[in-house]
């Protein structure tokens, strides 16, 4: 019994990292913590948009402005503060912490696959269909 308690942290952690992408997840995060600076469509249109220093990007056309490609990696770096800690980003606030939970594993472009929060892939996968309504 002590050995069936003792893994089933563990099982549990694994069918979370299991777990795919959660559209509506992505949906209600982008509504809480982007639309305003962003704006519902992804446009840089927000309510806050005009009193901000930096306008907000256009969400919408960062495929466009990448080749063509969804910069997935490029865009979870720029939610959780690590290009912003690079000088990127403008004045986003920091998200980091308010997306942290269990992991799921993606690969960032390297081969490796890298334990990642799964609320910051949802949210990077939803701004991901707002792509072409730029």
Do not use: W
Not at 30 to 49: E, K
Not at 106 to 114: A, K, L, M, P
Request: aromatic letters at 4%; proline letters at 8%; glycine letters at 12%.
């Amino acid at each position: 019994m002590k050995t069936l308690l003792a893994i089933l942290p563990v099982l549990a952690a694994a069918a979370c990292a299991m777990q795919g992408p959660q559209p509506e997840a992505g949906r209600a995060l982008y509504s809480d913590l982007c639309a305003s600076c962003h704006g519902v469509d992804g446009r840089g249109d927000g309510p806050m948009a005009a009193q901000l220093k930096v306008k907000p990007a256009n969400l919408t056309t960062l495929s466009a402005r990448h080749g063509g490609t969804f910069p997935r990696v490029y865009v979870m770096s720029m939610i959780d503060g690590y290009n912003r800690a690079k000088g990127h980003g403008g004045m986003m606030p920091v998200f980091d912490p308010l997306l942290q939970g269990p992991t799921v594993l993606i690969d960032t472009g390297d081969g490796v696959e890298t334990p990642t929060p799964a609320r910051l892939v949802d949210l990077a996968d939803y701004i991901q269909t707002l792509q072409s309504k730029g």
